[in-house]
Structures are given as structure tokens and as C-alpha cells.
């Protein structure tokens, strides 16, 4: 596709249960970014993948999350056991291979954990 | 670690004014890239304006102007002739060595008639 794209636009979950939230990065990117946006805690990294170098997973906040990248391309981000705190828009963003500074964003995942 | 301060949560200026947005960074890094990003109320983050680090000039997009000083650590985004669909979150941004993006807290830009 032309841009990055993020499934589903909206997720509304119980406490408790898993999520998996979909991006599908621009053609030939091989760089690839999740963010969240929350209330609480603004925008934040959460991790990185580049090429086949093993993901900087500096920014998950607890072990309930965890991503992965297929094929060099889409990728899932799971969050497991979801709390209400987990609430917030999830930002994918993808690049060039050092190409750092050209960032492009998908329109997020809205998660409402009930 | 580097840190991004946006002071201004929420500014206005009435159409075809100029606005000035604040930002200031910390970092010991040397090399280093800072964005500006819009971001309406769809949630798309649109880059506004980039500015590397060693480069002296300001960079310039359209209406949108940066006022990069380096030394003092501030980056501030100058919006002329605004206009209404202007409005949105506006963020400032740092990236370097490590890649990710830093961002501040944002400011919510109005802009009035």
C-alpha cells in the first residue's frame, strides 16, 4: 500500500483477555516502530525492529507485551492479559534502513481495555 | 537519556496570525535529528518540519519555520498566516543514536476567526 496501516482502527476488550494489533509497514521498509499514546503517559517508544537485527525491546512496559516481526514485514503486537492501564492508542511508524529521521506513521490502534 | 519539554499545553492565534510553539531538548549526543509532528484529531502523526542537528540554518517548510539554537537546546516551530486547518496536537520530536523517537508532551493548537 502507499502508507503504513494499522488493523483493527478500534479494539474494545475485557480485562483480562489477549490482543493482537496488526502493522503492515510501507513496501521496501525495513525498519519498523511501535509507539503508544496514552492520557497518562503521552507518547512513548515501545520497540524496534531493523532488518534481521534482533528488536530493541527497551521501551515494552511489563512482560505482558511482546512483538514480532514476520517476514520482514507485517508485524503483531500482543498484549496479554490486558489491564485498563494498557487503554491507549498504539502507533506504528516504519522506515528506511537508516533512514531514522524519516519516520512514517499509521493511524493507530485505539485499545479500550473495559 | 535524552528528554523533550513542550511548556505550553495549549496555545491559540486567530487566523492568518503567527504563532510561535516551544521546545526544548536534553541531550549529550552531537548527531541528532528534531522533528516537528501535527497530529489531528484523526490520530495520523504528520511530519511538519525536520531539522538536523548540524546544520546551521533553519529549515523552512511553506509557512512553517523552525528557530533551531543548538547551544541553548531549543526548537521552536513558527506557523505564519495560520490558518483553520492548522489546528491540532502539535509535537515535538528528537531522535539519534538510538533511533526511536522521543517526544514531548505536545501542545494543542486553536485557531479562532
Known amino acids: 500500500g502507499a502508507g503504513v496501516s494499522q488493523s483493527p482502527s478500534n479494539k474494545v476488550t475485557e480485562k483480562g483477555k489477549d490482543v493482537e494489533l496488526r502493522c503492515d509497514p510501507i513496501s521496501g521498509h525495513t525498519a519498523l516502530y511501535w509507539y503508544r499514546q496514552s492520557l497518562g503517559q503521552g507518547l512513548e517508544f515501545l520497540i524496534y525492529f531493523q532488518g534481521n537485527s534482533a528488536p530493541d525491546k527497551s521501551g515494552l512496559p511489563s512482560d505482558r507485551f511482546s512483538a514480532e516481526r514476520t517476514g520482514g514485514s507485517v508485524s503483531t503486537l500482543t498484549i496479554q492479559r490486558t489491564q485498563q492501564e494498557d487503554s491507549a492508542v498504539y502507533l506504528c511508524?516504519?522506515?528506511?534502513?537508516?533512514?531514522?529521521?524519516?519516520?512514517?506513521f499509521g493511524p493507530g490502534t485505539r485499545l479500550t481495555v473495559l | 537519556a535524552q528528554t523533550v519539554t513542550q511548556s505550553q499545553p495549549e496555545m491559540s492565534v486567530q487566523e492568518a496570525e503567527t504563532v510561535t510553539l516551544s521546545c526544548t531538548y536534553d541531550?549529550?549526543?552531537?548527531?541528532?535529528?528534531l522533528f516537528w509532528y501535527k497530529q489531528p484529531p484523526s490520530r495520523q502523526m504528520i511530519l511538519v518540519i525536520r531539522q538536523e542537528a548540524y546544520k546551521q540554518q533553519n529549515a523552512t517548510e511553506n509557512r512553517f519555520s523552525v528557530n533551531f539554537q543548538k547551544a541553548a537546546k531549543s526548537f521552536s516551530l513558527k506557523i505564519s498566516d495560520s490558518q483553520l486547518g492548522d489546528a491540532a496536537m502539535y509535537f515535538c520530536?528528537?531522535?539519534?543514536?538510538?533511533?526511536?523517537?522521543?517526544f514531548g508532551t505536545g501542545t494543542r493548537l486553536q485557531v479562532t476567526l
Open positions: 520530536a528528537y531522535t539519534g543514536t538510538a533511533s526511536k523517537l522521543t
Open positions: 511508524a516504519s522506515s528506511f534502513a537508516g533512514r531514522i529521521h524519516e519516520q512514517f
Open positions: 541531550t549529550s549526543e552531537s548527531d541528532y535529528y
